[in-house]
């Protein structure tokens, strides 16, 4: 008998296909199409198994569709621009280019050892001038129709690096690079205006039924409609006004201060003179902490008198403006009105600065209630409108606002503006000139791409080194070819990821970043495979950059992903996967000693692929000898096996009371495991299955011998068995089917169907138990009394031997599911 040699199977298998370029897809199929869709890796490093199970489920699912008939889309790409490329170019000394595309080779190495069926010929780089160059063109159809626009904002500033800091590289307030306090700076900054689609968005969620609820309720809170009133606040002597955005209108007359945001800029235009030293003060000390972290709802309320007061609108009185920590610029307008009677932090607010607190809600039910009362009640205390409640009293109060013209009906959303300027090197240029004649000019579609320069030094500071090159920043006006100089931001790589599933379908078109029929054939994505921690910003800012390409008239979609997987992580000592944990399992290490098959067997079998899980090293180990279990029976009976002729199979043409029982239990099986993969990727189950599957043929095939097995039957089920473990562990799947004496490639073949009849017969297996273990199975026919079970249970061979010598205490028959025997 021959051992299971992993390394020359795999190897073998993973050469043929790639020589046959059986995974390769045309766009010019008569085949339904099938883009199945796993979200790209960022090449940071090596893949470790928590990685790796998203690759493999997506791949079962790609070698599931080609059995079932579907021309299927599978690439793979790299989401290759990014911050810790640029990091460690500044520590090496060396180009993020060179230390992505070593990471990107390793990484590739990884996937094709474990056996993913990609369309390699469809490999996209995001970092590489012909991808680029199309996000750059996409930011100019944004410019072109007023959704992408420049302005202040707040960043992160470390005063010693002297550079803008992304919020991933400010620790504990800090710099994660040389450890100085952060501060916040007001710089002009890139956005593109995904507001202007905030109701389209959260509407069309409704569409996506093949997506998962849990995702679906995060992006409706991100984009967080609420409706309510803009009311312009006036500031006394100045001749301006602080808009506001409440949803609670009706309490108006209970404000007694306004707060500003930290970040926001109207802190610096209003403080007064006397007062900016303290607010410069506070701001330093604030500025620094984590902005939500701040605005816990239990967390200490502090802020600071700006020297300004503003006038209600509904009565006149003054009240004092502060800036507060618990505001935030990014919802509303970065200031609110407060009311401390009736909002739990504005109350803590006021109790911390001896702030007057006013009444004008009661509960309408006349009961008493304690300070803060947040709820809806009676208006009390606010003139004409006292003894209005609910949404009439709102009602009433913002029509009595739009009369007077001081504030108006509006929809609010808690979705900003999509601010995709980075201050560093590694991403894509945006492409705009500043000239002095002509101002603002967006480059040209035919002088695209702006390039990334090659030969760069990255300063001491980590400050993006593209300010400083004159060769890159000194250019021509396209309009009227005067001295310019290019804008020194590029982009925020989730604008790359935004639209790569759109250039797969054309990876290597020159004019256009792609065919829009071609892309009208394929999209949208069938199913799209990846993390829940992806729920709001990729999957947001991708369905946002559809839309738009919609309305241009570029694709007839609206939407990009059909239908949404998100796998559950794995852990391992009882923490999630981490290089800085020291709990990575490499996936190297396991395919060398154990094979890449029993990687992905395991990682498909260890929980449903949905649920989070725990690796299990002795758990592996069952999977793989499980494998080998596998390869013996074949490797015993495939020689006897290679000349005998399959003849069509069906119940009828079965003769004893084992070989229909093992037809019947395949049949079954194979429907079970086709309904596991087709509902919710519940390959766990799928596999349990064809472990059940395997016991039984090796107890059809130890029960009989030679002369009485039925050849044609056992090869028959031993090819099924094949075609059903091949898309979980296609080496192993490829080779066995070339040992029963077929051509290659399993690819190629359908994927079986069962014989509904052997579904629906009167016949049907149970387990004999014996002490709780199951020790045979026998065929039984529905009609049959308990009584007639028992005496065929115990005139069976096997169970004599099991109970010979032993008392027989019970033995009890539970229709149609089991025979317990309890012997001593």
């Not at 609420?226 to 100045?238: H, L, R």
């Not at 309408?364 to 209630?369: F, L, V």
């Not at 030679?706 to 059903?724: C, G, M, N, P, Y």
Request: net charge neutral.
């Amino acid at each position: 008998m021959s051992e299971y040699d992993h390394q020359h199977i795999e190897t073998k298998w993973q050469k043929l296909w790639e020589e046959a370029g059986i995974f390769k897809t045309s766009n010019r199929s008569n085949k339904k199409k099938f883009y199945n869709l796993v979200m790209f890796p960022y090449p940071s490093g090596t893949l470790h198994v928590g990685h790796v199970k998203n690759y493999v489920l997506g791949d079962v699912l790609a070698r599931y569709k080609r059995m079932r008939g579907y021309n299927v889309l599978n690439p793979m790409g790299y989401d290759a621009f990014g911050l810790p490329a640029e990091n460690a170019a500044i520590e090496n000394r060396t180009h993020p280019a060179k230390w992505t595309y070593n990471n990107i080779n390793i990484i590739k190495k990884q996937l094709k050892r474990l056996g993913m069926s990609y369309d390699w010929d469809r490999e996209v780089y995001t970092c590489k001038e012909d991808y680029y160059k199309w996000t750059q063109w996409l930011f100019l159809k944004l410019y072109e129709n007023g959704l992408a626009y420049k302005k202040k904002a707040a960043a992160n500033w470390c005063p010693h690096c002297k550079t803008v800091l992304a919020n991933e590289q400010v620790v504990n307030g800090k710099c994660e690079r040389c450890g100085t306090p952060v501060t916040i700076i007001q710089l002009d900054q890139w956005f593109f205006k995904i507001t202007a689609y905030a109701e389209r968005l959260l509407k069309d969620l409704d569409k996506l039924t093949g997506w998962p609820e849990r995702v679906r309720v995060m992006q409706r809170n991100w984009i967080g409609r609420s409706e309510g009133a803009e009311v312009d606040f006036p500031i006394k002597g100045m001749g301006r006004k602080i808009k506001i955005f409440t949803t609670r209108p009706d309490t108006l007359w209970g404000v007694t201060f306004m707060a500003l945001a930290p970040e926001s800029p109207l802190v610096e235009e209003l403080v007064t003179d006397e007062r900016r030293s303290e607010v410069s003060a506070f701001l330093e000390r604030i500025q620094g902490e984590d902005r939500f972290k701040r605005t816990a709802a239990n967390g200490p309320k502090e802020g600071v008198f700006i020297g300004r007061w503003a006038i209600n609108p509904v009565n006149g009185e003054e009240v004092p403006i502060y800036v507060a920590n618990y505001v935030l610029m990014e919802y509303g307008t970065g200031a609110i009105m407060a009311v401390p009677a009736h909002d739990k932090r504005d109350f803590d607010f006021a109790r911390a600065y001896a702030l007057p607190i006013k009444r004008v809600i009661a509960p309408s039910d006349g009961s008493e209630d304690t300070l803060p009362y947040t709820a809806y009640g009676t208006m009390i205390n606010s003139d004409k409108f006292s003894g209005l409640s609910g949404k009439e009293a709102i009602d009433a109060v913002i029509d009595y606002l739009e009369e007077r013209g001081i504030g108006k009906r509006n929809v609010n959303y808690k979705l900003r503006d999509w601010l995709i300027s980075r201050q560093r090197f590694w991403g894509t240029p945006i492409p705009i000139v500043y000239c002095p004649k002509c101002g603002m000019v967006p480059v040209p579609e035919n002088q695209l791409p702006v390039r990334l320069p090659e030969e760069v030094e990255f300063p001491e500071t980590g400050a993006s080194p593209l300010p400083n090159l004159k060769e890159f920043v000194q250019t021509r006006c396209p309009r009227c070819g005067g001295p310019a100089t290019r804008e020194v931001d590029t982009m925020d790589t989730f604008i790359d990821s935004s639209w790569y599933y759109l250039r797969y379908v054309n990876p290597h078109l020159d004019d256009k970043p792609f065919d829009t029929n071609d892309v009208n054939a394929w999209l949208p994505v069938d199913q799209y495979i990846g993390g829940i921690e992806h729920a709001v910003l990729h999957l947001m800012y991708s369905r946002f950059i559809t839309k738009v390409l919609y309305d241009l008239g570029y694709v007839n979609f609206d939407e990009p992903f059909e239908n949404l997987f998100t796998q559950g992580m794995i852990y391992y000592k009882g923490a999630k996967m981490s290089k800085s944990k020291g709990n990575v399992i490499s996936p190297d290490e396991l395919i060398a000693r154990y094979g890449a098959d029993s990687v992905r067997m395991y990682l498909l079998f260890i929980a449903p692929p949905e649920n989070d899980a725990e690796w299990n090293d002795s758990g592996f180990e069952g999977v793989h000898r499980f494998i080998q279990r596998i390869w013996r029976l074949y490797d015993e009976y495939t020689p006897r096996l290679k000349n005998v002729v399959v003849k069509d199979m069906s119940l009828k043409t079965l003769k004893g009371d084992a070989e229909r029982r093992l037809y019947i239990r395949l049949n079954k099986i194979t429907k079970k495991i086709t309904d596991d993969i087709e509902r919710d990727f519940h390959f766990n189950t799928a596999i349990s299955g064809l472990m059940e599957l395997l016991n039984e043929v090796y107890d059809y095939v130890q029960e009989k011998n030679d002369v009485s097995k039925d050849f044609a039957l056992l090869k028959f089920i031993l090819q099924r068995f094949v075609t059903l473990i091949y898309p979980f562990v296609p080496h192993l799947g490829e080779e066995l089917w070339a040992l029963l004496g077929n051509k290659p490639f399993l690819a190629n073949e359908p994927w079986p169907s069962y014989d509904k009849d052997a579904l629906i017969s009167e016949e049907h297996v149970i387990p004999i138990t014996i002490n709780g273990k199951v020790r045979d199975r026998i065929e039984v026919n529905r009609s049959l009394s308990e009584e007639d079970i028992k005496r065929m249970v115990l005139d069976r061979e096997k169970i004599k031997r099991w109970i010979d010598g032993k008392k027989l205490e019970k033995i009890i028959v539970i229709k149609d599911k089991i025979v317990n025997m309890v012997v001593r």
